[in-house]
């Protein structure tokens, strides 16, 4: 049995909770929070009889805390990583992991050094329908791919609980930190290494945002697979996650398909699946995702999807944003 212990209570950090009661080999020992009043909330919220905590610190001296999921404003990532890691416990960082290279490298040598098993919880991954789409890549359905894309789009207001330090470069970081690293994770999923990037970002309208709030890139993948990244916070449409993965064989467009596999297809085919079309939390995976990670630990075994292999996606990121502010491509790795 695991103790699980869930650092920031703010919106996302009820889905780790629940996720760690599903599990039957973990018990929510502690949550905390800048504000005991916040975690205690939370904690009544769910029905968890635990203790709950205002300081990091203190709440990582408890024996009994093996897992710490970090539910914080995005640029306490790091620093709490590293104290988390120096305290010998396990880490389920949420996106993004880090907002610079600088914190970035940081991250490396401390889980290098303290050797805890760490997932960062792009939880997209976990997803029926993205797991659909990876059986069909590996099972040779599409054959060698040639083209992917993907885009994160939501009219991102008010109403999310993020907004007031979401739209800060300081704390939010760019419109890819904030939410399209989703997409920039989901195309290295597929396409691999990336060898070179180059952005575009614009402003429109939306001036609540410190940083640009709409931004297109191109991905050249090391094999040759060209990708498309497109995200934005200013359309005034449903929130939107489109994937499109072309191949020799076939094709996948937005819960469609076309393939050679399916003998006398004549159009796109619909495929039945949980879809992907919703910025709310509790729509996603983290049961899944959460059970992974404990499996990963109980059996001394690395995730796919640790800091060293989700670094490469947060890499990317950082590479589009600098080619959109500096009009120049950007070769990686930038580490």
Same mark, same amino acid.
């Given at each position: 049995?695991?103790?699980?212990?869930?650092?920031?209570?703010?919106?996302?950090?009820?889905?780790?909770?629940?996720?760690?009661?599903?599990?039957?080999?973990?018990?929510?020992?502690?949550?905390?929070?800048?504000?005991?009043?916040?975690?205690?909330?939370?904690?009544?919220?769910?029905?968890?009889?635990?203790?709950?905590?205002?300081?990091?610190?203190?709440?990582?001296?408890?024996?009994?805390?093996?897992?710490?999921?970090?539910?914080?404003?995005?640029?306490?990532?790091?620093?709490?990583?590293? #104290?988390?890691?120096?305290?010998?416990?396990?880490?389920?960082?949420?996106?993004?992991?880090?907002?610079?290279?600088?914190? /970035?490298?940081?991250?490396?040598?401390?889980? #290098?050094?303290?050797?805890?098993?760490?997932?960062?919880?792009?939880?997209? !991954?976990?997803?029926?329908?993205? !797991?659909?789409?990876?059986? /069909?890549?590996?099972?040779?359905?599409?054959?060698?791919?040639?083209?992917?894309?993907?885009?994160?789009?939501?009219?991102?207001? #008010?109403?999310?609980?993020?907004?007031?330090?979401?739209?800060?470069?300081?704390?939010?970081?760019?419109?890819?930190?904030?939410?399209?690293?989703?997409?920039? =994770?989901?195309?290295?999923?597929?396409?691999?290494?990336?060898?070179?990037?180059?952005?575009?970002?614009?402003?429109?309208?939306?001036?609540? @945002?410190?940083?640009?709030?709409?931004?297109?890139?191109?991905?050249?993948?090391?094999?040759?697979?060209?990708?498309?990244?497109?995200?934005? @916070?200013?359309?005034?449409?449903?929130?939107?996650?489109?994937?499109?993965?072309?191949?020799?064989?076939?094709?996948?467009?937005?819960?469609?398909?076309?393939?050679?596999?399916?003998?006398?297809?004549?159009?796109?085919? =619909?495929?039945?699946?949980? !879809?992907?079309?919703?910025?709310?939390?509790?729509?996603?995976? @983290?049961?899944?995702?959460?059970?992974? @990670?404990?499996?990963?630990?109980?059996?001394?075994?690395?995730?796919?999807?640790?800091?060293?292999?989700?670094?490469?996606?947060?890499?990317?990121?950082?590479?589009? =944003?600098?080619?959109?502010?500096?009009?120049?491509?950007?070769? /990686?790795?930038?580490?």
């Amino acid at each position: 049995m695991l103790g699980a212990a869930v650092w920031g209570a703010g919106w996302v950090s009820g889905q780790h909770l629940k996720a760690y009661i599903n599990n039957p080999n973990t018990e929510v020992v502690a949550i905390g929070d800048k504000s005991k009043e916040i975690a205690r909330a939370k904690a009544d919220e769910l029905g968890i009889e635990c203790e709950v905590y205002d300081d990091l610190d203190k709440m990582l001296k408890r024996n009994d805390v093996h897992v710490v999921s970090i539910c914080t404003p995005h640029h306490m990532h790091v620093p709490n990583l590293v #104290k988390i890691a120096e305290a010998g416990k396990h880490a389920l960082i949420e996106k993004p992991l880090a907002l610079n290279v600088e914190g /970035l490298k940081s991250v490396y040598e401390v889980v #290098k050094r303290t050797k805890i098993k760490t997932l960062v919880s792009f939880v997209a !991954r976990w997803s029926p329908y993205v !797991r659909m789409l990876s059986n /069909l890549v590996n099972d040779g359905t599409l054959g060698d791919l040639v083209y992917l894309e993907c885009g994160y789009f939501s009219e991102v207001g #008010k109403w999310w609980p993020g907004y007031s330090w979401g739209t800060t470069k300081a704390e939010g970081g760019s419109v890819i930190a904030a939410s399209a690293c989703h997409a920039v =994770d989901l195309l290295l999923y597929f396409g691999g290494d990336v060898e070179e990037v180059f952005a575009y970002h614009t402003r429109r309208y939306k001036q609540d @945002f410190e940083y640009m709030p709409t931004i297109a890139g191109v991905l050249k993948f090391k094999n040759g697979i060209l990708g498309v990244l497109t995200s934005s @916070f200013e359309i005034h449409a449903p929130y939107t996650f489109p994937i499109v993965i072309g191949g020799s064989k076939g094709a996948i467009r937005d819960y469609k398909l076309h393939a050679d596999r399916f003998l006398g297809q004549t159009d796109w085919m =619909d495929i039945p699946t949980v !879809r992907a079309d919703t910025a709310d939390v509790t729509h996603h995976s @983290f049961n899944e995702e959460i059970d992974h @990670f404990v499996d990963c630990i109980l059996n001394d075994r690395e995730s796919p999807q640790n800091v060293f292999k989700a670094g490469r996606s947060t890499e990317a990121g950082f590479a589009l =944003d600098l080619s959109a502010e500096t009009g120049k491509p950007i070769r /990686l790795p930038l580490i």
